[in-house]
C-alpha cells in the first residue's frame, strides 16, 4: 500500500504545521524550521515528487524505489542516504519478517521511507514531539530516535532466538538425538545469519554518525548515536555467542548421534556371536559323517543343547559386562 504516513514542520521543538507534498519546498526556505516526512512503500509518481521537492539524487532514490539493499550510509553531495534494516517476530509463522528503512537527511529535513514488515513510526514521532527540548536539536535527533527505534526491536528477536538456542540443547542433551533436531539447528543457524548481515553493519553505521565529517547532524546530537554504536556492538555480541553455542551443539548432535549409531551397531555384533554358536554347533552336527562325536551315546543330544545354551549365556554376559548389550 503506498502511504505518506506524517509530513510536518518543526520549529524549536515543536510540531507548527502539517506540509503538503507540493509545498515542501517553499517550506524548506525557512531555514530555522525542519521537515520530517514518512513515508510506506511510495509510488513511483510519490517518490519522483519528493526527489523534486527535496533535490535528491537520482542513484538514491533508485535505491529507495528498488528496496532489498544492503544496510549501508552514504554521502549524495549535501544529502545523507542511509539504509537499516529492521526486524521483528512473526507471532503466525513464529519466523523473523525483515523489512527496510530508508533515510534522506538534509540541512533542514528528514525522509524516512519504510517498506516490508516494519513497525511504524508514529510512536516515535509521538515522543519526539513530547519532548521539545530535545526535538530542537534538529533533523539529527529525529533521525537517531528512529533508527533508536529499530535497533532496539533486534533484543527481544535476538533473546527469543536464545530461548530457542536453550529448546535445542534440551533435545540435543536430554532427549534422542536425530535427524529433526540437526534440521531444526540449521534453520535457527540461517536465521541467526540472517540477522548477522543486518546487525553488523550498524556499528559502522553509527560509528560514522559520531564522527565530526557529517555536519548535517550537529555536535550536540552526535554522542546520541554513540548509544546506538552500542546497543549494536551488544546486539552483535549477543549474536555471536548465540552462534557458537548453536556450532557447539550441532558438533554436540553429531557426535551423540555416532555413538548412538556405534552403539547399535555393537549390539548387532553382540547378538551376531552369540548366535554364530548355535550356528556352528548346528553346522559341525549337519555335516555329513557316519563317525561323530557323541551320536551313538544316550545323552549326547542333550549335552550338546545344554553346552550350546550355556556358551551363548556366557557370551551373553561377557558383552553385558563390556556395555555392548
Not at 51 to 72: S, T, V, Y
Not at 182 to 191: A, C, G, H, S, V
Not at 284 to 291: L, Q
Amino acid at each position: 500500500m503506498n502511504e505518506i504516513i506524517n509530513c510536518a514542520a518543526y520549529l524549536d521543538g515543536r510540531r507548527i504545521a502539517n506540509v503538503a507534498i507540493d509545498d515542501i519546498s517553499n517550506a524548506l526556505l525557512n531555514t530555522s524550521q525542519f521537515i520530517w516526512i514518512g513515508l510506506h512503500e511510495p509510488d513511483d509518481k510519490t517518490l519522483q515528487a519528493i526527489k523534486q521537492e527535496f533535490n535528491l539524487h537520482e542513484l538514491a532514490i533508485e535505491d529507495a524505489r528498488n528496496a532489498h539493499q544492503r544496510p549501508k550510509i552514504e554521502m549524495y553531495g549535501d544529502t545523507l542516504f542511509a539504509v537499516l534494516r529492521t526486524a521483528q517476530i512473526n507471532n503466525t509463522t513464529q519466523h523473523i519478517d525483515f523489512g527496510e528503512t530508508h533515510f534522506f537527511v538534509g540541512a533542514n529535513f528528514l525522509v524516512t521511507i519504510r517498506h516490508g514488515s516494519s513497525i511504524s513510526y508514529a510512536d516515535v514521532r509521538t515522543r519526539c514531539e513530547s519532548t521539545p527540548h530535545l526535538l530542537k536539536k534538529g533533523q539529527g535527533f529525529a533521525m537517531y530516535a528512529v533508527m533508536d527505534s529499530i535497533v532496539d526491536q533486534y533484543f527481544p528477536v535476538v533473546e527469543r532466538m536464545e530461548e530457542e538456542l536453550l529448546n535445542v540443547e534440551d533435545k540435543v542433551f536430554k532427549g534422542k538425538p536425530s535427524r529433526q533436531t540437526t534440521e531444526d539447528i540449521y534453520q535457527l543457524k540461517r536465521e541467526l545469519l540472517d540477522v548477522k548481515r543486518a546487525v553488523s553493519p550498524l556499528v559502522d553505521i553509527a560509528n560514522r554518525l559520531m564522527r565530526f565529517d557529517i555536519t548535517l547532524i550537529s555536535e550536540e546530537t552526535q554522542p546520541y548515536f554513540r548509544d546506538i554504536y552500542d546497543h549494536a556492538i551488544r546486539i552483535n555480541e549477543m549474536v555471536d555467542h548465540t552462534r557458537e553455542l548453536l556450532n557447539t551443539a550441532l558438533e554436540a548432535n553429531f557426535s551423540l548421534i555416532s555413538i548412538s549409531q556405534s552403539d547399535v551397531s555393537k549390539k548387532f555384533a553382540g547378538w551376531a556371536a552369540i548366535i554364530a554358536v548355535p550356528t556352528m554347533v548346528a553346522g559341525f552336527y549337519g555335516m555329513n559323517f557316519k563317525v561323530m562325536p557323541e551320536l551313538q551315546w544316550e545323552y549326547g543330544y542333550p549335552l550338546v543343547v545344554v553346552f550350546t545354551i550355556c556358551l551363548c549365556i556366557i557370551i551373553y554376559a561377557l558383552f553385558k559386562r563390556s556395555g555392548w548389550l
